[in-house]
């Protein structure tokens, strides 16, 4: 069983930068797509990146793109969110997902995960 532990949230003013970390453990593959999502209250959650752990192959949302990088330390099973230039707008409970995938072109924004964290905050402030 895969299990999912975010960590690295906190509260930062406009402009600031967090590092969020996905620790797994239970991986039996090697194969797997890793997203992180976020939620603020009273919206949707939105899918903000994801990276196939074989491929290195990542997709990013709009909102993010050029502020935010996903990326993965197969050594600590970690996969990291680094995001710059936060905004307001970033603010939100930021999740950890995965699921297995052989398909890189199949990791996407799109794609079903079956693996989930807890979620780590992220507030900033203006």
């Known amino acids: 069983q895969v299990q999912l532990v975010e960590s690295g949230g906190g509260s930062v003013q406009a402009g600031g930068t967090l590092r969020l970390s996905c620790s797994a453990s239970g991986y039996s593959y090697r194969d797997y797509c890793v997203a992180w999502f976020r939620q603020a209250p009273g919206k949707e959650r939105e899918g903000v990146a994801t990276?196939?752990?074989?491929?290195?192959?990542?997709h990013y949302a709009d909102s993010v793109k050029g502020r935010f990088t996903i990326s993965q330390d197969n050594a600590k099973n970690t996969v990291y969110l680094q995001m710059n230039s936060l905004q307001p707008e970033d603010t939100a409970m930021y999740y950890c997902?995965?699921?297995?995938?052989?398909?890189?072109?199949?990791?996407?924004?799109?794609?079903?995960?079956?693996?989930w964290g807890q979620g780590t905050q992220v507030t900033v402030s203006s």
């Open positions: 997902a995965a699921g297995r995938q052989g398909y890189s072109w199949l990791c996407h924004l799109g794609s079903e995960f079956v693996y």
């Open positions: 990276l196939h752990t074989r491929t290195y192959i990542t």
